[in-house]
């Protein structure tokens, strides 16, 4: 029975490997590590060492061995650890190899983010298309004018129910996300800062939410003024898990007009959920001095 293709845990100690390689030449390892353990059987089973390799309490790699590795990997249609499987899509690894190898690749909404179109479309479907999944990469991000990040789903899917003053022609929204869609809005947000336009935050009113907006370089958070804010605001909407966050709010030097809900978020310890400012109406509020 042959001996099985290498994992995609072996496939990565090769690629670190082949890295340190080329800058020393060869490596003296301990045949103990698991890894090496893997890649020594399949180097066995492939004729590509002595059959007692295994057997050593130490081996020495070189790129020589390495290149002949790659070189079986792909006659026989693995995985290769020269190839870069961690930038492919799943589609594209499997073009190439007829291994499975589900934890490596991009995965498949790691660039995608969940949109809310300015104008609802027709889905064919007899209704309303207002929302979709779609790859960030494929926005024309410089034909939009702001950037609005919600962040809870239940909000963001019910964004309309709202009083936004938002006063921009072609807002780009989305969803912050979870598990599925962080990804995506990070790497967006990311090339949206070499636009040189606004990023604005529109999510809770307590510790996390406000350090979120801070620290993540938003120019702004959408909230209702100071008044309706204060009067609405309570301790219990600032859960005792999240003030690990105040110090950290609390020494932000932040602009003139976020400073008072800033003291009332740090001083009073008193919060407002994202659910809560239903019916407010909720301004552009600058957070950068």
Not at 113 to 119: A, F, P, Q, Y
Request: proline share 4%.
């Amino acid at each position: 029975m042959s001996y099985p293709p290498l994992s995609a845990q072996t496939l990565r100690y090769l690629q670190q490997l082949q890295q340190r390689l080329n800058a020393s030449g060869s490596e003296r390892v301990k045949t103990s590590v698991k890894a090496v353990q893997q890649v020594l059987a399949w180097c066995v089973e492939h004729e590509l060492v002595p059959g007692n390799s295994l057997q050593l309490p130490h081996f020495s790699f070189n790129l020589a061995l390495l290149n002949d590795i790659a070189r079986v990997q792909r006659q026989l249609q693995q995985a290769c650890y020269l190839d870069a499987l961690n930038q492919n899509s799943r589609l594209d690894n499997a073009a190439s190899s007829q291994q499975e190898l589900k934890s490596i690749g991009l995965q498949p909404r790691q660039q995608r983010v969940l949109l809310k179109l300015n104008t609802p479309v027709d889905s064919g479907l007899g209704t309303a298309a207002e929302f979709i999944d779609i790859d960030w990469q494929q926005l024309p991000l410089a034909q939009f004018d702001a950037l609005l990040v919600v962040e809870n789903l239940d909000c963001f899917y019910q964004l309309h129910a709202f009083t936004l003053q938002l006063q921009y022609q072609q807002p780009l929204i989305i969803y912050r996300g979870d598990s599925q869609y962080s990804s995506g809005c990070k790497a967006l947000k990311m090339a949206w800062s070499g636009l040189n336009k606004p990023a604005f935050y529109f999510g809770d009113f307590d510790a996390k939410g406000v350090s979120i907006a801070l620290n993540e370089d938003y120019s702004a958070m959408l909230l209702p003024d100071f008044a309706t804010l204060q009067q609405h605001a309570s301790p219990a909407m600032l859960p005792d898990k999240q003030l690990s966050f105040i110090a950290g709010v609390k020494a932000k030097t932040v602009a003139a007009e976020f400073q008072p809900y800033q003291e009332l978020l740090c001083q009073q310890l008193k919060g407002l959920r994202q659910q809560n400012m239903l019916g407010m109406r909720l301004a552009v509020i600058n957070l950068k001095a």
